[in-house]
């Protein structure tokens, strides 16, 4: 069974930045593309920035050039680094791996983490 864990959520002033880690524990197989999302109260959860097995990355254009996403496969984890937060990126954070197994492939989800960011 795999586990996915966040951590580095929190409260920070507008302009501040923040690091977010999620760490994939159990019976790790392939590790495919990996991904944060995020959903803010009310609203849906959008894709926030994905990153694919050989580094590739692409991010929301809310995003561009203030979030970096980067994966350390050695260690099993995602990590976002949120630099310049906005009031408007306050919202619940989600990471998302996919990974490939003898039988097929298969999603798995954290359980999130808080972003709070004030102005």
């Known amino acids: 069974q795999v586990q996915l864990v966040e951590s580095g959520g929190g409260l920070v002033q507008a302009g501040g930045s923040l690091r977010l880690s999620c760490v994939a524990s159990?019976?790790?197989?392939?590790?495919?593309?990996m991904a944060w999302h995020r959903q803010a109260p009310g609203k849906q959860r959008d894709l926030v920035a994905v990153i694919t097995s050989d580094g590739s990355t692409n991010y929301a254009d809310s995003v561009k050039g203030r979030f970096t996403i980067s994966r350390e496969n050695a260690k099993n984890t995602l990590y976002l680094q949120m630099n310049s937060l906005k009031p408007e990126d306050t919202a619940v954070y989600y990471c998302?791996?996919?990974?490939?197994?003898?039988?097929?492939?298969?999603?798995?989800w954290g359980q999130g983490t808080q972003v709070t960011v004030s102005s």
């Open positions: 998302n791996m996919n990974m490939t197994f003898s039988k097929g492939s298969a999603d798995y």
């Open positions: 159990g019976i790790i197989s392939r590790l495919n593309a």
